[in-house]
């Protein structure tokens, strides 16, 4: 059985038990299966460490603008590493066209509206019939909204893809949300 929450734990992921409970549910499907995960937003590695552990047959994908190799980041050699700013839509063309088909896309990057709307429109296309888009910490797009983009709370809303949102420990509503492409 899957326990996403400890391998946060265990990796030092800055993720908590609210996540690890989320991605218990949505993720258990890919429990034991081959499958392309990637994660915006990297930090120091750890959790694409914890995806490593729990989904020992992905295949695992990161984007980062800037990731740090220092003492005591772990190994992330198991990973697929692209360099790039995730609401630059030529660098998130290229990722979807480099990786081809992705199962689950975890978005854990910068958090402003910019970044998730282009990152959600440049991948959304190549994500797997079945698969799943996941965006975390919703509530920092109802305030790090930038000129030409809107909340992403409102973005998605508007979008007519099965979605279930998760409520966090926040005052805001909606903390992560999971499109389902059907
Ligand atoms: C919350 S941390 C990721 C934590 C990691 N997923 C974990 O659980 O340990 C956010 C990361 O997003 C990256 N980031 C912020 N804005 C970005 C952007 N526009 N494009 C790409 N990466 C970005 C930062 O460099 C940082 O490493």
Redesign the pocket.
């Known amino acids: 059985m899957l326990n996403i929450a400890k391998a946060?734990k265990d990796?030092?992921?800055?993720?908590g038990p609210f996540?690890g409970a989320c991605y218990d549910k949505v993720l258990e499907k890919y429990e034991g299966k081959e499958f392309n995960l990637l994660?915006?937003?990297?930090?120091?590695?750890?959790?694409?460490v914890?995806w490593h552990k729990c989904f020992p047959g992905a295949k695992i994908f990161?984007?980062?603008?800037?990731?740090?190799v220092g003492k005591g980041f772990p190994d992330i050699s198991f990973a697929t590493v692209m360099?790039?700013?995730?609401?630059?839509p030529p660098?998130m063309t290229k990722v979807a066209k480099d990786i081809g088909v992705i199962d689950v896309v975890?978005d854990?990057?910068?958090?402003?509206s910019?970044?998730q709307q282009v990152?959600f429109n440049c991948l959304w296309p190549v994500v797997r019939k079945g698969g799943v888009y996941i965006i975390?910490?919703l509530w920092a797009a109802e305030k790090n909204t930038v000129n030409g983009f809107e909340c992403t709370l409102n973005f998605l809303e508007k979008l007519d893809i099965r979605k279930d949102f998760y409520e966090g420990f926040f005052e805001f509503k909606h903390d992560i949300c999971v499109l389902y492409k059907d």
Request: glycine share 16%; hydrophobic share 35%; net charge negative.
């Open positions: 946060f990796t030092k992921s800055v993720k996540h994660e915006i937003g990297i930090f120091r590695g750890d959790s694409l914890a990161g984007i980062d603008r800037a990731v740090g360099l790039g700013d995730q609401s630059y660098f975890i854990d990057g910068g958090h402003f910019d970044d990152s975390e910490d």
